[in-house]
C-alpha cells in the first residue's frame, strides 16, 4: 500500500474516533502534527473544548522538530 492511501486511511480512522467520542463529555482528538507526521491525541472537556491533556505534548513535539533539525544538520557537516 502506497503511503498516500495509507495516509487517507488514517485520517478516515480519526475522523470516525472523533465523531464517536463526540456523544461523550470528555472528548477525544485524534489528528496527525503536520511537521513530524505523528499521531496527536488529544482530550479536551466535551461542552467548553477545554484542553485536559495531549500526548505527545506541545512542548514533546517541537523538541522533536528541533533534534530533527539538529542531526540533519550534523550529517550534513560530516558528508
Not at 15 to 25: A, G, I, W
Not at 45 to 72: H, W
Amino acid at each position: 500500500m502506497d503511503a498516500a492511501k495509507e495516509a487517507e486511511r488514517v485520517v478516515k480512522a480519526t475522523e470516525l474516533l472523533n465523531e464517536f467520542m463526540e456523544r461523550s463529555s470528555i472528548a477525544i482528538h485524534f489528528s496527525i502534527d503536520r511537521d513530524s507526521e505523528k499521531l496527536v491525541v488529544k482530550v479536551v472537556k466535551a461542552q467548553s473544548g477545554e484542553l485536559i491533556r495531549q500526548i505527545p505534548s506541545e512542548v514533546a513535539l517541537k523538541l522533536s522538530q528541533a533534534l530533527d533539525t539538529l542531526n540533519g544538520l550534523i550529517i550534513q557537516d560530516k558528508v
